[in-house]
């Protein structure tokens, strides 16, 4: 994995299960020394390219739907496994569909205890949201709000007030993240990180945006088309990034989400009212 030789993807989300993940249906039923795997993921993101898997699926239907969700390593050549591909409106292909149909996981890849994957998928996501809220301003790739600056000081400054204004904001925020990372850095360094990194993404995820709006804004009335850059600039990272920056919100943890948890693990507020609390997941679905 560090060599980036064996490309890995996160089986996570599900048609019926994104934002309220622990209600995931794809199910893995115990058959000897092996698990046979049912269901459909999605919005897999490398899952075409990828070699192994980290998965979740109900292995206790008759469980509340935190307490009967398991964790595996899965290998993505299996036979079973069907892979459909998701074309992003930027015209790339990143994400998939992924199906299964028994599909045979060996028990021994089986990560921790069984019914109890719910803690490493939180652990999982923590880790995701730490990567995607780097620098970039794609989920950690791509320009910055510095590069957008240092463009327009090269040709000559903001053309107006406004622009000059929207262009110190975005500066102000990607200083704030910047400063922020250095602070989940040493929470990471000290095994203490925790919600830090919802923060992190929540910050970062409308930060990017901006940051493509007014890229595109300086492209003029031509930013319509992809082939434009701001101020004459090289398109490439601009245009695509402006297309793909509505996903920035969703992906990996959506704005609402990520505030549920900030208000309840940080600000200590009630959690909202959770209508299926010790009720069954099967049950929850008989209704």
């Not at 923590?126 to 620098?135: H, I, M, Y």
């Not at 602070?183 to 409308?206: F, H, I, Q, T």
């Not at 940051?211 to 930013?223: C, N, P, T, V």
Request: include cysteine; charge should be negative.
């Amino acid at each position: 994995m560090l060599s980036g030789e064996d490309i890995w993807c996160q089986l996570f989300s599900e048609p019926g299960a994104g934002s309220d993940l622990a209600g995931v249906s794809t199910r893995a039923t115990k058959d000897g020394d092996h698990y046979i795997v049912n269901g459909q993921k999605t919005w897999t993101s490398l899952g075409h390219v990828a070699k192994y898997g980290i998965l979740l699926c109900r292995t206790n239907p008759d469980a509340p739907k935190h307490a009967g969700l398991s964790y595996f390593i899965i290998d993505m050549r299996s036979p079973g496994i069907e892979i459909q591909p998701i074309v992003e409106m930027t015209g790339m292909h990143m994400f998939n569909n992924v199906f299964f149909t028994d599909v045979r996981v060996p028990a021994e890849n089986l990560i921790g205890d069984e019914n109890r994957g719910w803690e490493l998928a939180r652990e999982t996501l923590a880790n995701e949201r730490v990567t995607l809220a780097r620098a970039g301003a794609q989920w950690g790739w791509g320009p910055t709000a510095a590069d957008l600056i240092a463009l327009v000081r090269e040709r000559g400054g903001a053309p107006d007030a406004i622009t000059r204004q929207r262009l110190a904001q975005v500066y102000i925020e990607g200083e704030i993240l910047r400063v922020y990372r250095l602070r989940m850095v040493a929470a990471r360094v000290s095994g203490k990180l925790g919600p830090e990194s919802s923060v992190a993404k929540a910050l970062s995820d409308p930060h990017g945006q901006h940051i493509f709006r007014l890229a595109r804004d300086l492209s003029g009335a031509e930013g319509l088309l992809k082939e434009v850059g701001p101020l004459g600039a090289d398109p490439t990272w601009w245009a695509n990034g402006f297309v793909f920056s509505p996903a920035l919100t969703i992906g990996g943890g959506t704005s609402e989400v990520l505030k549920n948890i900030i208000g309840e693990r940080i600000l200590g507020l009630p959690r909202e009212p959770e209508p299926d609390a010790g009720r069954s997941w099967a049950e929850t679905r008989r209704n």
